[in-house]
C-alpha cells in the first residue's frame, strides 16, 4: 500500500494567517490527490481533487499543489471556519486508497 | 440537494454481525460508485469498501475482506454493508460516500452521510 505522511500533524495559527500543510507520498502518484476538511463531529468535505483542481463552493483561500511524491495544501488568510482537521488521500492506486494521518490546525 | 443517510450501527458483541444501510438522494445514485469510509473513534480516516455503479464490481481493504460484503439496490438507492465476524477493531464510525464522477469511479469522494457508530464490545 501506499503510505501518505503529513506534516505537520498539529499547526497553530492565528486569523488572517498564510498556513500550508504538506503530505508526501511514499511512491509516486502523479497528481493523484484529494484534500479533505473535517470538523468535530461531522463528516468530512472535499476541498482539492487532481492535486490542485479546486471542488466547487469552496473558497478560493485554499489552493493545492504539487506531483509525484509532495504536496501542499495552503490556506492564503485563515478565516475562523478553517480550523479543523485536514487529511490528504491518495487514489493512484485505486481501489487501494489511503489516506493521511490528518493535520490538526488549531487556534494560537 | 444531495443526501446520504446512514442507519443500522449500533453495539453489537464481538463475533456478531450487523448490516448498515445508506439512503441516497439528490443524484442519479444508478451512476455513480459508492463507497464505504470509517473513522475510529479519536482517529483518522480509513478506506473500507467500495461498489461500482452496477454493482458488478466491489473492492475490500484487506482489514474487512472475507468479513464484510458491499451491495447496492439501484430500484431503492440504497447501499448496504453487511458485517459478520466483528472485532472491537472495527469500531468506528462509518460513513457512506459517493464518488465524484459517473460511471468509471474516481476515488475522490464528494458527498459524505453523517456516519454511523459501530461499537463492538462485550
Known amino acids: 500500500d501506499i503510505q501518505m505522511t503529513q506534516s505537520p500533524s498539529t499547526l497553530s495559527a492565528s486569523v488572517g494567517d498564510r498556513v500550508t500543510i504538506t503530505c508526501r507520498a511514499s511512491?509516486?502518484?502523479?497528481?493523484?490527490l484529494a484534500w479533505y476538511q473535517q470538523k468535530p463531529g461531522k463528516a468530512p468535505k472535499l476541498l482539492i481533487y487532481?492535486?490542485?483542481s479546486l471542488e466547487s463552493g469552496v473558497p478560493s483561500r485554499f489552493s493545492g499543489s504539487g506531483s509525484g511524491t509532495e504536496f501542499t495544501l495552503t490556506i492564503s488568510s485563515l478565516q475562523p471556519d478553517d480550523f479543523a482537521t485536514y487529511y490528504c488521500?491518495?487514489?493512484?492506486?485505486?481501489?487501494?486508497?489511503?489516506f493521511g494521518q490528518g493535520t490538526r490546525l488549531e487556534i494560537k | 440537494e444531495v443526501q446520504l443517510v446512514e442507519s443500522g450501527g449500533g453495539l453489537v458483541q464481538p463475533g456478531g454481525s450487523l448490516r448498515l444501510s445508506c439512503s441516497a438522494s439528490?443524484?442519479?445514485?444508478?451512476?455513480?460508485?459508492m463507497h464505504w469510509v470509517r473513522q475510529a473513534p479519536g482517529k483518522g480516516l480509513e478506506y473500507v469498501s467500495a461498489?461500482?455503479?452496477?454493482?458488478?464490481?466491489?473492492y475490500y481493504a484487506d482489514s474487512v475482506k472475507g468479513r464484510f460484503t458491499i451491495s447496492r439496490d439501484n430500484s431503492k438507492n440504497t447501499l448496504y454493508l453487511q458485517m459478520s465476524s466483528l472485532r472491537a477493531e472495527d469500531t468506528a464510525v462509518y460513513y457512506c460516500v459517493k464518488d465524484h464522477d459517473s460511471g468509471a469511479s474516481t476515488g475522490v469522494f464528494d458527498y459524505w452521510g453523517q456516519g454511523t457508530l459501530v461499537t463492538v464490545s462485550s
Open positions: 511512491q509516486s502518484i502523479s497528481s493523484w
Open positions: 487532481k492535486a490542485s
Open positions: 439528490g443524484f442519479t445514485f444508478s451512476s455513480y460508485a
Open positions: 488521500q491518495q487514489y493512484n492506486s485505486y481501489p487501494a486508497i489511503t
Open positions: 461498489i461500482s455503479s452496477n454493482g458488478g464490481s466491489t
